[in-house]
């Protein structure tokens, strides 16, 4: 089976920096994704990693090491915005399904 | 580029009743497209594959008989919830397949309350 674990809250102050991890066992694997997800809306996405190594786009940042099974999101200057939801999701390979982690919800605080 | 819509955006209906919700790519093609659904405070699940011209391809759990899934042109699929039963209430959300074969581009969701 699949098995994609994130911790389900987390909560920051505005303007610190948050890390959220993401572990996966997966029968395959053809990438991973973070997707921002607010209340009611659908997921946008944020980054992709298919190589070891750290990806930055601006305050966000994801990290993949594909022999540990393992990746992070790491936001920065964190604004009041940023409170959402945060969805690990895998490419398993098999015709580009993904399966989603259970989510971390983020609640940025003054 | 690569925005997916969904129709309607939400929708109330009668127990015993049936859906329809559709997922149109606006601005590409799209061969293969998901439908996933929602729970509150809950992860995407994915309900099946979509793909165009042949039968969709079901979850395990997810029953084919009740989910109709129809992909007729490369620009829209529709997902039928038929017989719907409060239990079916839920935030339902599509996406397509990029050109990359990897990126999937999200419609923004349908939330189904069935009374």
């Known amino acids: 089976g699949q098995n994609i674990d994130q911790p389900t809250e987390m909560t920051a102050t505005e303007g610190a920096i948050v890390q959220i991890n993401c572990t996966y066992q997966?029968?395959?694997?053809?990438?991973l994704f973070w997707y921002q997800q607010h209340a009611g809306e659908a997921p946008t996405f944020l980054s992709y990693?298919?190589?070891?190594g750290l990806e930055e786009k601006g305050r966000f940042s994801s990290f993949l090491s594909r022999s540990k099974g393992y990746s992070y999101l790491l936001l920065k200057e964190l604004q009041m915005k940023d409170s959402a939801s945060y969805l690990c999701?895998?490419?398993?390979?098999?015709?580009?399904?993904?399966?989603f982690g259970t989510g971390t919800r983020l609640q940025v605080t003054l | 580029g690569a925005v997916v819509s969904q129709h309607p955006s939400w929708v109330i209906c009668k127990s015993g009743t049936s859906v329809k919700i559709e997922c149109r790519s606006l601005?590409?093609?799209?061969?293969?497209m998901f439908w996933y659904r929602q729970f509150p405070k809950q992860s995407l699940m994915l309900m099946a594959t979509s793909n165009e011209g042949s039968k969709a391809t079901y979850e395990q759990g997810v029953e084919k008989d009740k989910f109709l899934i129809n992909h007729a042109s490369l620009t829209l699929s529709t997902l039928t919830v038929t017989s719907a039963h409060p239990e079916d209430s839920s935030f339902y959300i599509c996406?397509?397949?990029?050109?990359?074969?990897?990126?999937?581009?999200f419609g923004p969701g349908t939330r189904l309350t069935v009374l």
């Open positions: 990693n298919v190589l070891d």
């Open positions: 999701a895998v490419n398993t390979g098999t015709a580009s399904k993904l399966t």
């Open positions: 996406s397509a397949l990029g050109a990359s074969d990897h990126e999937q581009f």
């Open positions: 601005d590409f093609q799209a061969t293969t």
């Open positions: 997966t029968s395959g694997f053809n990438g």
